[in-house]
């Protein structure tokens, strides 16, 4: 070898190094993921949620459950009490704040309490103390909200509720606290939404055929519960783009959710899918909160990496994040409500694997971790029960029955649905159900005509007008039609066609015999 060979080859090897040590030159290491961002847009949407359930509350709780109700709650304590054989075990079993107060009163001012607390955190102010006392005062209006407040998302509010107070700090209520976000309780929110959607997708797969065979979508749109003014346009969309949309159904229920516990580009891919999802499935028709709802357990799965693009400029957490501390007891507290969840997820994950599985179900008295589902059987026709009154002296013959306009279920072929949602007329929704069922399986519905025979303005307020604004009818009946949406561009206008298939109620008048014997059998004292 060459003297001068040695030389230049120890100075290239130099220069190498010197490459390979110049830090611009290198490979930035990738940065680990912080959810400062995450926390806040999770609390927003929260607060959102509760203060729309909690205005919900506020305007339908004292005639759902008032004393003068259609399931007066001053009727229903006591029968708890009853079976579980005393006023404490009727409170471990069903815990709510009404057991101290049950008065209309309470029924008032607690829900309007619980949307001031709501209003707070969407201004940006939460804490430990706030949450817990949202996720109190709304469970306990769902344990006493009877058939009311028996849907799935009621429970899963509470979830998400109750996970959301180990998300903030205990007594700091700003923004941006210098306690960074518990990295657990983020885990604990994808779980969620892992359940959620696995859950919703292996009912459907259970149920139906309908999924399975693609057609799910070909129904959906005119048989769910409270159609929106998009609803026909899906409805009579070509059946190939339908059965696309089962696909989709499926690819954020069933794949996706996989990968809410992956890398970064993998969570975030599969977090946008599912929030599109959910807010496509919002378009389409009224479900209340629910879709709202359950994307916030979503929103877990993006960092302040993705937010950092689309949050405004003044949403700074810079200073935060420099000034930051660690919290023992925070972090402690995160790891206690791990090991809760993780104790309490087997049975709710033992019936994901069950044959007959459930759709909606808690299995603690706290509703901390629920089994959750939806539409795992969808109806091939809407049936809708219409109330009907007339003045006439006999119920009998050629007589002129006038409807009674729910606030959102299609009564009048002639209207377009409205958009309500996430706003929940209750009565609406358990009209959609009693529809599939007889006046028997839902007795409050003989409270419901017993009141508006006599003009009762709790009854009336589920209804959109009066239709015997000076006197009461004289006989009250409801009657079952099946609803079709009418084809676009008809000769009418018409938005629903409809056809008489059977009285769901006989008529019934004020001075009917039968009144005393149906008033006593369920204690309503309102004659």
């Known amino acids: 070898m060459l003297p001068g060979t040695v030389c230049n080859s120890a100075r290239f090897a130099d220069n190498l190094l010197s490459v390979e040590a110049e830090p611009s030159l290198q490979k930035p290491a990738r940065s680990k993921p912080t959810y400062w961002l995450t926390r806040f847009v999770i609390l927003r949407l929260l607060g959102i949620v509760y203060a729309v359930a909690f205005l919900v509350a506020a305007q339908q709780l004292l005639p759902l459950i008032g004393s003068h109700g259609l399931l007066p709650l001053d009727h229903f304590l006591p029968r708890v009490q009853a079976y579980y054989g005393s006023p404490w075990d009727g409170f471990r079993n069903v815990p709510s704040l009404f057991w101290l107060n049950g008065s209309d009163t309470m029924l008032l001012v607690l829900p309007w309490i619980g949307f001031a607390l709501a209003c707070v955190v969407i201004a940006g102010f939460a804490n430990s103390i706030v949450m817990i006392l949202l996720w109190a005062l709304y469970m306990s209006i769902v344990h006493v909200g009877q058939d009311w407040y028996s849907f799935g998302w009621e429970t899963q509010l509470l979830e998400t509720g109750f996970l959301a107070i180990f998300l903030v700090t205990l007594l700091d209520p700003r923004p941006f606290p210098r306690v960074a976000p518990p990295i657990v ?72 959710p996989w990968f809410v516990f992956w890398p970064r580009i993998a969570r975030h891919i599969a977090g946008s899918i599912v929030i599109l999802f959910l807010v496509s499935i919002a378009v389409s028709g009224n479900l209340s909160f629910l879709n709202w709802l359950t994307i916030i357990p979503a929103l877990a799965c993006f960092d302040d990496s993705f937010w950092s693009r689309l949050t405004p400029k003044f949403l700074k957490t810079g200073k935060a ?186 008529p019934l008048s004020a001075d009917d015999p039968h009144w005393d014997s149906i008033l006593d059998a369920f204690g309503w004292t309102d004659r």
């Open 185 to 256: 309780v983020i885990w604990l929110f994808r779980w969620l939404i892992f359940r959620i959607m696995i859950g919703s997708a292996l009912i459907k797969l259970r149920g139906d055929p309908c999924w399975r065979e693609l057609t799910a979508l070909f129904y959906y749109f005119e048989t769910q519960p409270i159609p929106n003014p998009l609803s026909r346009w899906f409805h009579f969309l070509p059946h190939p783009l339908l059965q696309a949309g089962v696909l989709w159904n499926f690819l954020a229920e069933l794949i996706a």
């Open 321 to 506: 994040v420099q000034n930051q501390r660690k919290s023992i007891a925070a972090q402690a507290a995160a790891i206690g409500l791990a090991c809760l969840v993780a104790w309490l997820s087997w049975e709710p994950v033992r019936n994901l694997f069950s044959p007959h599985q459930s759709m909606n179900r808690s299995f603690d008295p706290l509703d901390l971790v629920n089994t959750y589902g939806a539409f795992g059987t969808i109806g091939r026709e809407r049936l809708n029960v219409v109330f009907q009154g007339t003045d006439s002296d006999s119920a009998i013959g050629a007589v002129e029955w006038k409807d009674y306009l729910y606030q959102a279920l299609p009564v009048d072929v002639q209207e377009m649905p409205v958009q309500v949602a996430p706003y929940q007329p209750h009565l609406d929704w358990q009209m959609w159900f009693a529809a599939m069922g007889t006046y028997n399986q839902y007795p409050w519905t003989l409270h419901l005509v017993w009141k508006l025979l006599h003009n009762d303005p709790v009854a009336l307020s589920f209804f959109r007008s009066n239709p015997f604004p000076d006197h009461p009818p004289r006989y009250i009946r409801a009657v079952l039609y099946k609803y079709s949406f009418a084809a676009p561009g008809n000769a009418d206008g018409a938005w629903w066609t409809r056809e008489f298939q059977d009285n769901w109620l006989p």
